[in-house]
Structures are given as C-alpha cells and as structure tokens.
C-alpha cells in the first residue's frame, strides 16, 4: 500500500513546480539469483521528474520467486528526491565538470525491516558522451531492527549513454550502489546494476522513446548485506532479460 500511495504522488502533475516526468514499466526474467529463489520474475514501475527545487526519482518492484510454495512474492522501492542548489538560489553554481550542487536522499522501504534513510551531498556532472552523470555520496540512518545495523556510507553514481543506430538508438544506463565500511549484521557490499537496451518502438510503430528490449545485468556482492561464506553464498552475478515501455 505504502508503494502504491507513492506512485501516485509522483504521477501526479497537478503539483506546481514539476517541469517534466517521465514513466516507465519494465519486465525482468534471471536466474542464478542468490539468498532468495534461483529463477526471479520482477515488475518494475519507475518515475522521473524535474522539479523547481530539483529532482525527483522513485522506483518499487514487484518480484515473484519461480518454484516457491507459499509466500513467493515481495517487494522494494526507493524515494529519492534531491534539492538543486542552483534551481533554489537561482544561480549558476556550475565549476569544471561539475554542473549543480544538490541535497541527495533516499528512503527505502520494503518487506520485513527494510526502513532506511540516506542523506547527503550530490553532484550533476557534465562529462563527454553521456548524456546525464551524478553522483551522491550517503549517509545510512537504518530505521528497521536492530538487525539492520550499522549507520555507515554509500556512495552511488547513477548514468545514460544513448547512441544512434539508423532511425533508433541504442540506451546504456544504470546506477551502482557501493556501501562501505562496515561489518556488523548488515556487511559492506557493492551493487552493480547496468541496463543495456535496443529502441524497438521506431521498428514498431512507436516514437522513439517508448518501447526497449535489452538485458539487465545484477552484480552484487555480498547481497543485501550478508557476507558472502563457504556455508552461504550471497555474491550474485545475474542477467536479466528486459521489456520496458515509457508513457
């Protein structure tokens, strides 16, 4: 429910202030998952806004396990709104590469104790071929169980690369989440997560923008914080096949 009511808050462009969105669904079929089922299936609604004060990203998955009885579903987003310097003092900050100083956070939520807040700077960078850079570095506040242990530091750079390819073009985009300095019940560990993505919709009917088939590739080593052992493996190299319509 609680991702439900985000959904449509971010959707809703009635709020003064937005100057753009964009929405997206996507389909992801892997295996070779660790901690959870091997074979996953995952729906994906994703925004993306510009506001006044900044931006604005939000996610949540829905993912079914394939082969396990009883409860086989969960789910996980991230509310991620980050307050431009530059849009709220109405000056051009931008120095070398760097384009817009930015407050970052997140909070993330999901099944069981997955309560978490993040805060801290962030940065728009102008950097050749691509055609959006930032990156934000994190402070962690848990605010699950105590098993979430450990306040400590991310850092996430998140990119789009596009290239044309005849009348369509070929998107590379993803984000990495690399948490560090940590080893209490919720370990350091690095998130890899690329996107590479043909753009059908020309070749369909469809302007472009809109329809994309690709892969997704999921590094993560030491999932969700738990130390990969002889006795449990968590680290996690999977590539999903990807379907993913924008309106």
Do not use: C
């Not at 469809?206 to 993560?220: M, S, T």
Request: net charge negative.
């Amino acid at each position: 429910m609680r991702a439900l009511l985000l959904a449509g808050l971010v959707a809703t462009p009635a709020f003064a202030g937005l100057q753009w969105q964009d929405n997206s669904l996507s389909y992801l079929y892997g295996q070779n998952f660790k901690v959870n089922a091997d074979t996953q299936q995952t729906l994906t609604f994703e925004h993306v806004s510009g506001w006044d004060f900044g931006d604005l990203f939000f996610f949540t998955d829905g993912t079914r396990f394939n082969g396990v009885q009883g409860d086989n579903t969960t789910y996980y987003g991230e509310f991620s709104p980050r307050f431009s310097a530059g849009k709220l003092s109405g000056k051009d900050l931008s120095f070398g590469v760097v384009s817009d100083l930015l407050l970052a956070t997140t909070y993330e939520f999901g099944e069981g104790d997955v309560n978490t807040l993040l805060v801290g700077p962030g940065f728009d960078l102008k950097l050749p071929g691509f055609d959006f850079f930032q990156l934000n570095f994190y402070k962690r506040l848990p605010r699950g169980s105590k098993n979430r242990d450990g306040e400590t530091f991310q850092i996430t750079p998140a990119w789009k690369m596009s290239f044309p390819v005849g009348d369509s073009q070929v998107v590379f985009d993803g984000f990495i989440d690399w948490v560090v300095d940590n080893d209490g019940s919720y370990h350091a560990n690095l998130h890899i997560n690329p996107q590479l993505k043909y753009d059908l919709g020309p070749a369909v009917g469809l302007a472009k923008n809109k329809l994309f088939v690709g892969i997704e590739y999921d590094y993560w080593k030491n999932r969700f914080g738990i130390k990969d052992t002889d006795a449990f493996r968590t680290d996690q190299s999977v590539t999903n096949l990807l379907v993913k319509y924008h309106f």
